[in-house]
């Protein structure tokens, strides 16, 4: 089974895949895919405020924060799933995410949080589902006093299309085991 979803003129064909015996949901994968990660990555700065640094959560949706830096000449930073040998200090949050089968820990490095300190953040992530991934960067922003300006994905996701606080492109809709969109 697949989705046809169209993303500001490009279209995608999206496997639809378990998440439990009640919900499935459309398997947006930005890697590898060139053509619709720098289409995705220009219509968001289309919409995008003025800002500083862009950080994103690992790993799915690195390949966007990247082109988006490309495009802009503006920096990215990576939040990580955990703690590298390189960093001198962290700052961390706990997160389960819809596509995470455990809870999961986002960390940022102290140096990294020096340099988005009173700099205008973009938060960009590949779907917003849940908004757990979404809050769990927010709190690592947040503690390194960095102002969040927007926060961005390509697509949002069930509940999450109805917020009002996020950019999104499109809408992706959850599914049945049937395929049917709930």
Same mark, same amino acid.
């Given at each position: ?6 993303? !500001?003129?490009? %279209?995608?064909?999206? #496997?639809?895949?378990? +998440? !439990? ?5 459309? /398997? ?19 919409? /995008? $405020? ?12 690195? $390949? ?10 503006? #920096? ?16 961390? +949050?706990? +997160? ?18 020096? %340099?988005?300190?009173? %700099? ?10 849940? @908004? ?10 947040? /503690?390194?006093? @960095? ?5 961005? /994905? $390509?697509?949002?996701? @069930? ?13 992706? $809709? ?9």
């Amino acid at each position: 089974m697949v989705y046809t979803i169209n993303i !500001n003129g490009l %279209k995608r064909d999206l #496997p639809i895949c378990k +998440v !439990n015996d009640d919900l499935y949901i459309g /398997a947006f994968i930005l890697f590898g895919d060139v053509e619709l990660t720098e289409h995705c990555a220009s219509e968001l700065l289309k919409l /995008a $405020p003025e800002f500083d640094y862009i950080i994103t959560p690992e790993a799915k949706s690195i $390949p966007l924060a990247y082109e988006m830096s490309r495009q802009s000449g503006k #920096p990215y930073i990576v939040a990580r799933k955990s703690a590298k040998a390189y960093m001198d200090g962290t700052f961390t +949050v706990n +997160v389960k995410s819809i596509t995470t089968m455990n809870v999961q820990t986002l960390v940022l490095d102290h140096a990294e949080a020096v %340099k988005i300190e009173g %700099k205008k953040i973009l938060i960009v992530d590949d779907v917003i589902s849940t @908004g757990e991934s979404l809050r769990a960067v927010e709190e690592l922003v947040n /503690a390194a006093h @960095g102002q969040i300006v927007s926060k961005m /994905a $390509p697509l949002a996701e @069930g509940d999450a299309c109805n917020r009002d606080d996020i950019i999104y492109l499109s809408k992706l $809709p959850l599914f049945d085991k049937d395929g049917n969109i709930l």
